[in-house]
C-alpha cells in the first residue's frame, strides 16, 4: 500500500494505518534528528513531535499527495529543529553539553569479542563526532542524502536552496570529513 | 553454435527509482568510497521504547 493510501484510509478512521507510516519512515526521521541534534532527550522529542504534527497537518487537510510523503515529513521535522533553535537563541539557553552515551544500533556483535565490540562503538563514536564538527548546512545534506535516502533535488526543496548548492555542500562535506579522518587517524579497522 | 544475448530491456523496466542521478552524474560513491563507507557504519534507529511511546500518543489524539 503507498503512503497516500494509508493516509487516506487513516483519515477515514483506520488509525493504525498511521502507526504503519511510522514504522515505514521511523528510522529515516529518527537519524536525520538524532544526528543533527547532539541532545539525545530533545531529539526524542523533536522525533515525536514531528509525527504528531504529521497527523494534525494531514487531519486539516494540509497534505496533498505528490508521491513524496517521506520528504514532506522531512520538512515538517527539518521545520520543527529551526524553530527549537530560534527559540533556544531567544532564550539564550544553548546547552554544551555533548550527549555521550551512545545512541547507535551496531549490527548483531554475536560472534565478536569484548574487544572487537568495543574498538566498534569507538568508531561509532567518533563517525558521529567527525559528523557533528561539520558546519550545519553540510551537515544537514550528508544525512539527509545518506541517512534519510533523500534525492538531492529534495534536499534542495527542503533546504531551500538550488541543487547546485545542495551537491556542493555534500561534495565540501565529503572532502571535510576525510580530511578529519585523516587528522584524527580513523579508519576501519574492523571487519 | 548456442548463441547467448542480452535480453532487451524496454525504457519503463529500467529500474531507477533508488537511483539520484545527481549522485550517480556527481559519483559521489566511487571518489568518496571511503567516507561512504565509514559512515555506514553507524545507523541509528529509534529505540523500541521510544517508537511504542509516539504511538501511544498518536493513540490518545484520535
Known sequence: MT?????????????????????????KVFAYIS???????LAEDLFQDTF????????????????KFISWVMRIAHNLIIDHFRRVKQLNTVSNDDYESDLFNSRKL???NIEDHLIKRQIQKDIRKLISELPDDQREVVILRHYSGLSFKEIADITDVSINTALGRM????????????????????? | MALNSTPF????????????IYDDAYGFYQEFNDVMKLLEQVRPVPGKRLTKRLI???RQMN
Open chain 1, 52 to 67: 504528531l504534527k504529521v497527523i494534525q497537518s494531514v487531519k486539516s487537510g494540509k497534505y496533498y499527495d505528490n508521491g
Open chain 2, 56 to 58: 501511544e500518543r498518536v
Open chain 1, 35 to 41: 544526528l543533527y541534534i547532539r541532545d539525545q532527550a
Open chain 1, 3 to 27: 503512503d497516500y493510501e494509508l493516509i487516506e484510509k487513516f483519515v477515514k478512521g483506520e488509525q493504525s494505518c498511521f502507526e504503519t507510516l511510522i514504522q515505514r519512515h521511523k528510522n
Open chain 2, 9 to 20: 530491456l524496454s525504457y519503463h523496466e529500467i529500474q531507477v527509482d533508488s537511483i539520484d
Open chain 1, 110 to 112: 554475536a560472534d565478536a
Open chain 1, 171 to 191: 561534495r565540501y562535506a565529503l572532502i571535510n570529513m576525510r580530511k578529519m579522518m585523516e587528522e584524527k587517524k580513523i579508519s576501519l579497522t574492523f571487519n
